[in-house]
């Protein structure tokens, strides 16, 4: 797995559709890699997909950080991408999520020094509506200033489930 722009956002506004489209048709050409390409400019990405050709090894997500956000996923669900995931970090408060159409939910803490702190009620609802709606969880970390030794495990286990690979098959 390849991600694309790890420190920036393909999608921010002074990136021009030129070299967006530049971008897809190099992850289109590396069809043995997939790719996964996050964004929070879920606004752009909606205007700018009809332009896009999306291959099928091109994971597209937002970032949702908490309910204020929640509008991306709407944003997301109406594009062309055949995977959509959702990157629900840093999660920074409860989300109630309409999960259709979107085959992958990330969720962790935010790190570092100044790192906000994540509620394990929060990460447990979030499960909860993943497995309802069928879709796929997978906890990252539970961040903080030592995010190594916070560690990855939710009820004393780690959640590694990924996107059933019959989705990355042609229509």
């Known amino acids: 797995m390849i991600f694309v722009n790890?420190?920036?956002?393909?999608?921010?506004?002074?990136?021009?559709?030129?070299?967006?489209?530049?971008?897809?048709?190099?992850?289109?050409?590396?069809?043995?890699?997939?790719?996964?390409?996050?964004?929070?400019?879920?606004?752009r990405l909606l205007e700018l997909d009809p332009a896009i050709d999306w291959p099928e090894n091109v994971w597209m997500g937002v970032?949702?950080?908490?309910?204020?956000?929640?509008?991306?996923?709407?944003?997301?669900?109406?594009?062309?991408?055949?995977?959509?995931?959702?990157?629900?970090?840093p999660l920074l408060g409860p989300l109630t999520l309409d999960l259709s159409g979107i085959h992958w939910?990330?969720?962790?803490?935010?790190?570092?020094?100044?790192?906000?702190?994540?509620?394990?009620?929060?990460?447990?609802?979030?499960?909860?509506?993943?497995?309802?709606?069928?879709?796929p969880f997978f906890f990252k970390q539970w961040g903080g200033v030592h995010k190594k030794r916070n560690g990855r495990l939710l009820d004393g286990r780690t959640w590694d489930e990924m996107p059933a690979h019959s989705l990355l098959s042609p229509a």
């Open 6 to 43: 790890s420190m920036s956002d393909l999608f921010h506004e002074d990136v021009p559709e030129s070299f967006i489209q530049q971008v897809f048709a190099v992850m289109r050409q590396a069809q043995w890699h997939t790719f996964q390409v996050l964004t929070k400019r879920s606004q």
């Open 105 to 135: 939910v990330i969720v962790g803490g935010e790190s570092g020094p100044k790192a906000r702190p994540m509620d394990e009620d929060w990460v447990q609802d979030i499960r909860r509506q993943c497995q309802a709606q069928r879709v």
């Open 63 to 89: 970032s949702v950080e908490n309910q204020d956000y929640a509008f991306r996923v709407e944003h997301l669900r109406q594009t062309h991408a055949r995977v959509k995931f959702l990157s629900l970090e």
